[in-house]
């Protein structure tokens, strides 16, 4: 579906918007790659790997509402990864975190509308579920405003779906480079904030792939939750480290024991998939209907119990040290 069309991805000198271009390029012949980014550095490190000729390189900000309607002008695609994503950073200087991830959020969404985009996907995180830092608060009401901007399109063509997925295995900010480093530099012990602790696991290919498939189902409205496997802390240590003992650090500042990708309380909007979860809309669009049970790809999908709650630490599928060591592997190829 990306031949000969023009994919825009914000954010996208990332882990995931490297990835993203990488496998477009070896997939598909788009007619452009915009990748925008306020960090000329990484642009420039990028170009030097991928400087096939559709590539475009923008420089802005997702705050910049004029920019950013320049550098969609034409865009079929959009895939929205721009956002501060470190919990600690966030707590300590929140309306950075806002300007970013909600202002950032309302912006995409007009560029877009202003553009005739056909479909926009937005990238969330599993902190967005039941949010008890600022990080998964902010990311929780751009959520929110992907979902509404189906009912702000009115007679334009643009279709906004989000996409949740947990902890990306090896990407910048997460455990596994960081205790890689620490390992590398001979520390006497691994720092564990609690032993008790969960994440669901990803990795960034699993992600690219889950987002690509859902520019093929989405209605618009949905948020997409993928079935991924859960790892404890404690396990993945062992894995990376077998022979290092452990040292009990405590909880970091808005941080959680485990983590949520579909609340309890949403379980009356929850359809199950074979792969994957739809979270259904709260509210209801004037222009279509609610009902997500079947998808653009004709997959069938039905109500879970009532009750459910999609959970890191009682997920039916944990890995193994064993496997965890295969995901990293995996990961850093």
Not at 106 to 122: D, P, S
Not at 234 to 250: I, N, T
Not at 272 to 290: A, G
Request: with cysteine.
């Amino acid at each position: 579906m990306f031949n000969g069309k023009s994919v825009f991805i914000s954010g996208g000198t990332g882990s995931f918007g490297k990835q993203y271009t990488k496998t477009i390029l070896e997939r598909y012949k788009p007619k452009r790659i915009v990748v925008f980014s306020r960090d000329e550095l990484k642009q420039f490190d990028m170009q030097q790997e991928f400087n096939a000729p559709e590539m475009r390189y923008f420089i802005g900000d997702v705050r910049d509402l004029s920019r950013l309607k320049e550098a969609m002008r034409g865009i079929d695609y959009v895939i929205h990864a721009a956002a501060l994503k470190q919990v600690p950073a966030a707590e300590y200087n929140p309306m950075e975190c806002v300007k970013t991830n909600i202002h950032g959020a309302e912006n995409i969404i007009k560029a877009a509308l202003e553009n005739q985009v056909e479909k926009v996907i937005a990238l969330s995180t599993d902190k967005a579920a039941n949010p008890i830092n600022l990080y998964g608060a902010t990311k929780l009401a751009s959520d929110k405003l992907f979902v509404a901007a189906n009912n702000m399109a009115g007679g334009h063509r643009t279709t906004f779906s989000v996409v949740r997925y947990g902890n990306v295995v090896g990407s910048r900010g997460s455990v596994v480079p960081f205790f890689k480093k620490l390992i590398e530099d001979k520390v006497d012990a691994l720092p564990i904030t609690d032993e008790r602790m969960t994440r669901f696991w990803i990795t960034l290919q699993e992600g690219v792939d889950f987002v690509l498939k859902n520019f093929e189902r989405m209605h618009g409205g949905e948020i997409f939750v993928p079935k991924i496997p859960s790892v404890r802390i404690v396990d993945l240590a062992r894995a990376m480290a077998p022979d290092l003992p452990h040292k009990h650090v405590g909880i970091r500042p808005g941080e959680k024991l485990h983590e949520i990708m579909c609340p309890m309380d949403d379980s009356h909007l929850t359809l199950e998939f074979n792969d994957h979860f739809v979270l259904q809309p709260t509210i209801r669009f004037y222009n279509k209907s609610n009902d997500y049970a079947v998808n653009k790809l004709g997959e069938q999908g039905k109500l879970v119990e009532q009750g459910f709650e999609y959970n890191s630490g009682k997920n039916p599928q944990f890995l193994s040290v064993a496997e965890i060591l295969d995901y990293n592997k995996r990961a850093a190829e």
